[in-house]
């Protein structure tokens, strides 16, 4: 449950759990947004000529996941599984915590998330940046707990 406050909480302090299991280190999630197509309808008998608009089918955003390169395969490994023709689906829970990381005070739940894209890089011999690997994820569904 959301737990509410007068001044917005700061973007920094989140957890990640994939299937019930933190995987930690994450810097950056990205894309957690649901659209909603929308679908127009003119009824033949309509004297106003206006066009109806209904709610279609929604979708969700594809969810980028970004990490520093830390020696861990699991990211790549979930998506070579993908690859090979095994797909595993799975479930991911992101929490943003307050200041004093004391609990969550948001979930997100990911439902039935599969990788989609996995980048490694860039790597730069001039730059002094932390080396980064990304994992985008195509999901079925998000539930705000």
């Known amino acids: 449950m959301p737990v509410p406050r007068d001044h917005p909480y700061g973007n920094y302090n989140f957890l990640i759990e994939i299937d019930g299991i933190a995987s930690g280190g994450f810097q950056e999630v990205s894309g957690l947004s649901v659209e909603i197509d929308v679908i127009e309808y003119r009824d033949g008998s309509d004297r106003t000529g206006a066009v109806r608009r209904l709610p279609g089918l929604h979708k969700l955003g594809n969810i980028t996941l970004k990490r520093g390169i830390m020696g ?11 690859v090979n023709g095994q797909p595993a ?3 991911l829970a992101i929490s943003l915590l307050p200041e004093d990381r004391s609990g969550p005070v948001e979930r997100w739940l990911l439902f039935n998330a599969f990788p989609v894209k996995f980048t490694l890089g860039p790597l730069n011999a001039k730059g002094t940046d932390v080396a980064m690997e ?3 994820l195509a999901a079925e569904r998000l539930e705000i707990a």
Request: charged share 35%.
């Open 72 to 82: 861990a395969t699991d990211l790549y490994d979930w998506m070579r599984a993908t």
């Open 134 to 136: 990304e994992l985008v």
């Open 89 to 91: 689906r799975r479930n």
